[in-house]
């Protein structure tokens, strides 16, 4: 993705005047998807899996469009506490 603003390489192609929550809700019927999931939800997921596979944090930052690494740090703490409850699945030897 460009810069905010200096891009037309568009991830989603919505119509002006659409509505976001619809055509979100249009994709999710033609998925079979009952559970409400909102962008927000989805940018979340986008963020976790992110650096669940391995991207740096910066790089995620970016991505997001986060001035302050702080808030990405937030995804962060997420994968971290999956890494653990792995590790604690572990039997005891």
Same mark, same amino acid.
């Given at each position: 993705?460009?810069?905010?603003?200096? /891009?037309?390489?568009?991830?989603? !192609?919505?119509?002006?005047?659409? #509505?976001?929550?619809?055509?979100? #809700?249009?994709?999710?019927?033609?998925?079979?998807? &009952? !559970?409400? @999931?909102?962008?927000? /939800? *989805? $940018?979340?997921?986008?963020?976790?899996?992110?650096?669940?596979?391995?991207?740096?944090?910066?790089?995620?930052?970016?991505?997001?469009?986060? &001035?302050?690494?702080?808030?990405?740090? @937030?995804?962060?703490?997420?994968?971290?506490?999956?890494? #653990?409850?792995?590790?604690? $699945?572990?039997? *005891?030897?």
């Amino acid at each position: 993705m460009g810069e905010k603003g200096k /891009s037309n390489d568009y991830i989603f !192609k919505i119509y002006v005047g659409g #509505r976001l929550t619809d055509v979100l #809700r249009d994709w999710l019927a033609k998925a079979g998807i &009952t !559970k409400k @999931i909102t962008f927000h /939800s *989805s $940018r979340h997921t986008f963020a976790v899996m992110l650096l669940t596979y391995g991207a740096d944090l910066y790089t995620v930052q970016k991505l997001l469009g986060h &001035t302050d690494i702080q808030t990405t740090q @937030i995804y962060a703490k997420i994968v971290d506490a999956k890494k #653990r409850d792995a590790v604690n $699945r572990l039997p *005891s030897i």
